[in-house]
């Protein structure tokens, strides 16, 4: 097993801030959403986060399960559909509501990963809160 080199160590730390400054990003972006065409960066910039998290699971031993982050992220893109597809018959439709919680929680648990450095890669401590989930079932229930 090899240890992480200081550049190494570097750059996974980047990583972790650029998943802070994303989330700012995709937080303060959809405040100012007002039609379903505007979602498309806020869907990149999941996507871009999902892509890091793989970046960092990849340092981590034991190796870091991403299913959690990857549903949440499926949901939020299913949801969206959904809500677009309603909101062409029903014009007042208050989707960003709808969806807005969905949004939050992923930003908070990708912020909340934390990690600590070992001899051969990083310890990932995440932070997961299924309750996005169960909230989920109960509107649709």
Not at 11 to 35: A, G, P, W
Not at 85 to 105: F, G, L, Q, V
Request: glycine residues 2%; contains cysteine.
């Amino acid at each position: 097993m090899m240890e992480l080199t200081e550049k190494e160590r570097l750059m996974l730390v980047k990583k972790k801030d650029q998943i802070r400054k994303l989330t700012s990003e995709i937080l303060d972006t959809f405040e100012k959403v007002t039609n379903f065409d505007q979602m498309v960066e806020i869907k990149k910039k999941i996507n871009h986060i999902i892509s890091i998290l793989y970046i960092l699971g990849s340092y981590a031993k034991p190796k870091m399960n991403l299913k959690y982050y990857e549903s949440s992220a499926k949901l939020i893109f299913y949801k969206l559909y959904l809500l677009e597809r309603i909101c062409r018959s029903k014009p007042n439709c208050d989707w960003k509501n709808a969806i807005r919680e969905n949004i939050e929680e992923f930003c908070i648990d990708a912020n909340a990963i934390q990690f600590e450095f070992t001899k051969s890669g990083i310890k990932i401590i995440p932070k997961i809160d299924f309750s996005i989930f169960k909230q989920t079932e109960e509107r649709f229930s």
